[in-house]
């Protein structure tokens, strides 16, 4: 079992920033990619960012540009820097890990992170 603790949301003004961080733990093999999903009330789940465990991001395009996803292999620990926040982005964060064994791969998804853009 992996587990997953993110950190860092919370309230900001719209054009503000904020960063969130995802801790990984427990039996860890090979977390590829890791990434940040978000989910809108009324909405569905979607991808925000990903990284694979060599740095190959992929963003959706509605962040392009003010979001950046980074990550530290040696602390199996993902960031999101989010900046020029807006209203639209509200929604809960979660972290997603795919931990990979052999030809078997499973995912792990943090509790989630609420983050609020008020206008």
């Known amino acids: 079992q992996v587990q997953l603790v993110e950190s860092g949301g919370g309230l900001v003004q719209a054009g503000g920033s904020l960063r969130l961080s995802c801790a990984a733990s427990g039996s860890i093999d090979n977390l590829n990619p890791m990434g940040w999903y978000r989910q809108a009330p009324g909405k569905q789940r979607e991808l925000v960012a990903s990284i694979t465990s060599g740095g190959i991001t992929n963003y959706a395009d509605s962040v392009k540009g003010r979001f950046t996803i980074s990550r530290d292999n040696a602390k199996n620990t993902v960031y999101l820097q989010m900046n020029t926040l807006k209203p639209e982005d509200t929604a809960v964060y979660y972290c997603?890990?795919?931990?990979?064994?052999?030809?078997?791969?499973?995912?792990?998804w943090g509790q989630g992170t609420q983050v609020t853009v008020s206008s």
């Open positions: 997603n890990a795919r931990n990979r064994r052999l030809w078997v791969a499973d995912d792990y």
